[in-house]
C-alpha cells in the first residue's frame, strides 16, 4: 500500500521536511543523514503538519467504478442512458449497459 504526505491546512501533496545530509565522497553524492521537525506545505508557503494519507491502486479505483456502474445499471437504468459521468464511465470500463 502506498501512501503520501498532504498539508493539514490545504491538503496539497506538495510539501516537505527540513533535513541534514553529508556529502559522501565516493558516491559524489549528498545523502540525508536525519529529518529535522519542520514540515512546510510549499502550496501555502508556511509551516504545517503532514498528513499521512492512502493511495488508492488504480485496480481499486477501476474495480468500484466498475461496481457503482454496475450497481446503477441494475437499479436505475435511465440514469446510465442520460448521466454523462456514467457514459464516460462507461467508456473507461469497455462495459455496455447489458453487463
Known amino acids: 500500500m502506498k501512501i503520501k504526505y498532504?498539508?493539514?491546512?490545504c491538503g496539497s501533496d506538495n510539501v516537505g521536511r527540513d533535513a541534514f545530509c553529508d556529502w559522501n565522497q565516493q558516491t559524489q553524492e549528498w545523502e540525508i543523514s536525519d529529518f529535522m521537525d519542520r514540515e512546510i506545505c510549499f502550496n501555502c508557503s508556511d509551516d504545517t503538519t503532514l498528513?499521512?494519507?492512502?493511495?488508492?491502486?488504480?485496480?481499486a479505483v477501476l474495480l468500484a467504478l466498475k461496481n457503482l456502474y454496475q450497481d446503477y445499471a441494475g437499479y436505475y437504468p435511465s440514469m446510465i442512458n442520460n448521466s454523462p459521468a456514467m457514459k464516460a464511465a462507461a467508456e473507461?470500463?469497455?462495459l455496455t449497459e447489458t453487463e
Open 92 to 94: 473507461i470500463l469497455n
Open 6 to 9: 498532504i498539508c493539514e491546512h
Open 51 to 59: 498528513i499521512t494519507v492512502t493511495i488508492a491502486e488504480p485496480e
